[in-house]
């Protein structure tokens, strides 16, 4: 048995509506598996708390191997996971093709597929995943000052610490009175004919996120203007729902599915119209990239879309190769900290936004290939708060050792997790912002 792999990683479609993927005894058999693989291994102990806490269970054990470990403390490796698949896309040898085929993530994402349909997920968890009816109930005039107010409030935030589990220290998201896709019009014409290319159209359907609908509008603004600037027509997808990501990490794979279904429509008619997708926040983007395909790798719909989906700067950088990106900058950047989110490195399309960067005279940007710790609801909750803050602790200190004139990540979550652990000193921008004020916009 050759002991590890040089290939690239080749990850399997998710059985995950047969009735052996919710086996208790077949799902605890493959975890005892993996478990053993990974304590041989040990390669992924920087990553994320689920392999320390692995290692540990393991080092405390009577048998210092894992049949020295309580099953019943399976469970707590789980619980630390929150899919961001870095140690399957970028540092587990064992994933298919090798025949050991270790899915971590997935094998992840199955426990919490279990622990969610045996009920045993806090409805906390339930509450904060349900992104669409939370955040369309807060932005709302009146009810979105209360909410941006009492996140600012030491007092209301121990009492929430108290009564649902949102830490009182956590950084929690700015909510808009009124949200992107009702202020803003649908269409947005860059005033002349789009010129495709072989992997592009020209146009863009702008998939803006329940983050970039309700929390930062400004992001798609600023992504809007960058995609005229460059003769990109632009559209505002007005009645898409939720990727699925939180519910995802949640293990609610039904709930996923029906948010597929109430997508499908609306990015399949934009892309019979001519147009691409693209979406702002990494994770959304991954979804429709890799996560939705594996759990639905029979549907040619999916497919379509996979096809069609793109990161912003993966986007411009295909037309900036088509010589369709201006580089008529106006301004430098100076020092650029910029932190690669885990969501799209797992895309494996390269550092695309640190390349597009580059494109802009005197501007030196240093990329930090760490993760930021914040993670979807990780950083928030109670029990996980301090553990995101010590993931987040190297590229805190990787953002200050560079000094930088800015600095951000294409998670605005990711950025304001790494602002608020350099304590106010700064505040992050996201890329696409950077690049409107360079091209002075």
């Not at 405390?60 to 899919?83: A, H, I, N, P, R």
Request: glycine share 4%.
């Amino acid at each position: 048995m050759r002991e590890g792999s040089l290939e690239a990683p080749n990850r399997q479609p998710l059985d995950w509506r047969s009735d052996e993927f919710y086996d208790k005894e077949n799902l605890y058999t493959e975890l005892e598996r993996v478990f053993d693989i990974c304590h041989g291994c040990r390669r992924c102990v920087s990553l994320c708390d689920s392999f320390p806490t692995l290692f540990d269970l393991v080092d405390e054990s009577d048998t210092f191997e894992v049949d020295g470990v309580d099953k019943d403390d399976y469970m707590k490796v789980v619980d630390q996971c929150f899919l961001c698949d870095l140690c399957a896309e970028t540092k587990c040898p064992y994933l298919p093709p090798h025949e050991w085929a270790v899915d971590f993530p997935h094998l992840m994402l199955r426990a919490k597929s279990y622990k969610f349909k045996e009920k045993d997920t806090k409805w906390r968890d339930r509450l904060i995943t349900s992104t669409d009816p939370i955040f369309d109930a807060i932005s709302v005039p009146g009810v979105a000052q209360a909410a941006n107010a009492a996140a600012k409030s030491p007092t209301l935030r121990k009492l929430g610490e108290q009564a649902i589990g949102i830490h009182a220290e956590a950084p929690l998201p700015h909510f808009e009175a009124k949200p992107l896709t009702k202020r803003i019009a649908q269409h947005h014409s860059a005033g002349q004919s789009p010129v495709s290319t072989d992997r592009t159209t020209g146009k863009v359907a702008i998939y803006v996120t329940c983050y970039g609908d309700h929390n930062e509008p400004q992001v798609v603004e600023d992504m809007i203007a960058v995609l005229q600037h460059n003769g990109i027509s632009v559209k505002i997808l007005q009645d898409a729902k939720c990727c699925g990501m939180p519910k995802l990490e949640l293990g609610d794979l039904h709930k996923v599915a029906s948010l597929k279904d109430a997508n499908l429509p609306t990015f399949l008619a934009a892309i019979d119209e001519g147009y691409d997708i693209i979406a702002p926040i990494p994770s959304c983007v991954l979804m429709y990239k890799q996560e939705l395909p594996l759990m639905f790798p029979e549907d040619e719909n999916i497919a379509k879309v996979k096809a069609h989906f793109f990161d912003p700067f993966e986007y411009l950088m295909l037309r900036h190769k088509a010589q369709l990106v201006k580089t008529d900058f106006s301004h430098s950047l100076g020092k650029v900290a910029y932190h690669v989110a885990c969501h799209q490195r797992v895309q494996n399309f390269g550092m695309k936004t640190r390349d597009f960067l580059k494109l802009i005279p005197d501007t030196d940007v240093t990329a930090i290939e760490r993760c930021s710790g914040h993670d979807g609801t990780y950083a928030v909750k109670e029990e996980t708060y301090e553990k995101a803050m010590k993931i987040a602790r190297p590229v805190v200190r990787r953002v200050t050792e560079a000094q930088p004139d800015t600095f951000g990540s294409d998670c605005p979550m990711a950025g304001r997790l790494i602002a608020h652990g350099m304590e106010g000193e700064q505040e992050p921008q996201h890329p696409l912002s950077m690049v409107r004020k360079a091209y002075a916009i």
